[in-house]
């Protein structure tokens, strides 16, 4: 990994819930690699001191289930400043200039409600802390394609793109870093990954939880914009785009801009819609709400690699299962006479694992012991046997941004471009239909994969 050229590193809303369950997990574990070597000042609200924010770091390692080495957190500990105040108030930031004044290259981590991140940008530059700055920036990047494009030009008034780094935690997990790896450097994966060999595509996301607490939140995203926007049209970029030339970190995203501008925007008609038996109870859902928390829908890909292969989508909260995995379902082998007793067999698929457990398996059929008949063989590879710990997203992608390597965050076009695609389905007449808590969804939606290999359960 690459050593830092960012001198600081500055967090707004290091108090906030992100900040405990994600960030700060993810500071402990570079500070224990040796890869945090910055200061790093949070700024937030509350009238915390120094010692309480200490004190809530410890904490919210503690509920991250990390085993704390007290040697390492001393060491974190020493690294943290904080500056309280209202984000609205411009002596919050004059504080801040006194703090971070001395050094040249900041990163400034956002993790605050999208509504404030203009007006946070604007006070920094009014006290003149943005020019060599960059902005790590939360989801969500706007909440349809009208508002993302606004908040672009937002930014673009007071920061260059070059500056903006827009976070998608599903880029640092490993098995979708793996998506490239697998494409690009193996002669026998990418050129099968086309029509010719192809048959249809599928990408589920099942979640076995609720909204819990985040209704308020819930309730005015949905399915479609919480996760298919960004988490499952990045993971349907990596297995579709071309490959990237050339070194620098634009290449993969003009690819993933190439490929999304190629998606055929979704078809609310195509598209099933669910919501889950008790979700209207849930504290600050509205009581009427007609929020989905399951999607499942097909899209295509309107380019020469892809043209006439489908990509069945589905994602949904409070299902039976938790499982995330990327499914490629291939053509069926032609059956021939002297190969008996195939016609039964699935066709091959690879399967890679997102959650829980990254890994990827290849189906292939073989011969049974016994008599003739053909049977299914699987070649599993676990990930985290293969290749140890695996960093944790937040880690990750922390770590790049620290570093200068850019190429895990989202650019503006593939912003813009996945609010294209999933725009007709934002605010459809849509019909919803309840599911059960526990269940795989609503049946309707095994419709949409009428003429392919049905859905298949997630590999668990
Ligand atoms: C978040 C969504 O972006 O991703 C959540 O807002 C979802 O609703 C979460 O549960 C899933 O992430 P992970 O890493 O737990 O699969």
């Known amino acids: 990994m690459n050593t830092s050229n960012v001198d600081v590193l500055v967090i707004f809303g290091v108090t906030g819930d992100l900040a405990h369950k994600m960030t700060i997990p993810a500071l402990y574990r570079l500070e224990q690699a040796g890869y945090l070597q910055c200061p790093v000042v949070g700024v ?14 410890r904490a919210a390692l503690g509920k991250a289930g990390e085993e704390v080495n007290d040697r390492i957190f001393e060491s974190l500990a020493t690294k943290l400043s904080y500056v309280h105040g ?43 802390l ?3 700055g960059k902005f790590l920036i939360e989801k969500p990047f706007g909440t349809d394609l009208a508002s993302a494009k606004m908040l672009n030009d937002t930014l673009h ?34 050129p099968m990954l086309s029509r010719e060999h192809v048959d249809s595509i599928q990408i589920t996301m099942a979640e076995d939880f609720g909204v819990e607490d985040r209704g308020s939140f819930y309730d005015r995203v949905g399915a479609v ?16 785009m071309e490959i990237p030339t050339g070194q620098n970190y634009g290449a993969i995203w003009d690819k993933k801009a ?43 890909i309107e380019n020469w690699r892809w043209y006439g292969v489908p990509v069945f989508i589905r994602a949904g909260k409070a299902l039976a299962v938790r499982a ?87 650019r503006e076009d593939s912003v813009e471009e996945s609010w294209r695609i999933v725009q007709p389905l934002l605010d459809p007449e ?9 269940s795989l969804g609503p049946l309707e939606a095994n419709a949409l994969c009428k003429g392919y290999l049905g859905w298949q359960n997630p590999w668990l």
């Open 324 to 410: 995330t995995e990327l499914r490629v379902i291939f053509k069926k082998a032609p059956h021939l006479s002297y190969v008996k007793d195939l016609g039964h067999l699935p066709p091959n698929e690879m399967i890679l694992r997102v959650d829980p457990n990254p890994s990827l398996r290849l189906t292939l059929a073989s011969k049974d012991a016994v008599g003739s008949r053909g049977r299914v063989v699987s070649l599993d590879l676990p990930f985290a046997e293969e290749l140890g710990r695996l960093p944790l997203p937040y880690e990750r992608l922390i770590h790049d941004a620290l570093s200068g390597e850019y190429s895990l965050f989202t």
């Open 225 to 240: 914009r919480d996760v298919v926007q960004n988490h499952l049209l990045q993971v349907l970029s990596l297995i579709t």
């Open 44 to 57: 937030a609200l509350e009238p915390w001191t120094l010692d309480r924010l200490i004190e809530e770091f």
């Open 258 to 300: 190439d490929i999304l501008r190629a998606v055929v925007p979704m078809d609310p008609k195509t598209s099933v819609f669910g919501q889950y038996e008790g979700y209207l109870e849930v504290p600050g859902v509205f009581p009427s709400s007609q929020t989905e928390t399951y999607v499942a829908t097909k899209v295509f």
């Open 157 to 190: 008034e007071m920061i260059e793109e070059e500056q903006i780094l827009r976070i998608d935690h599903f880029l640092g997990k490993q098995p979708i870093l793996d998506i490239s790896y697998l494409r690009f450097a193996n002669e026998i994966v990418e």
């Open 86 to 128: 209202d984000f609205s108030d411009r002596d919050t930031y004059s504080r801040l200039k006194e703090v971070i004044g001395v050094y040249h290259n900041p990163l400034y981590y956002l993790e605050i409600p999208p509504s404030l991140f203009a007006s946070v940008i604007h006070e920094l530059s009014s006290v003149d």
């Open 430 to 438: 849509k019909s919803l239909i309840s599911y059960k808590k526990g």
């Open 130 to 132: 943005t020019s060599k």
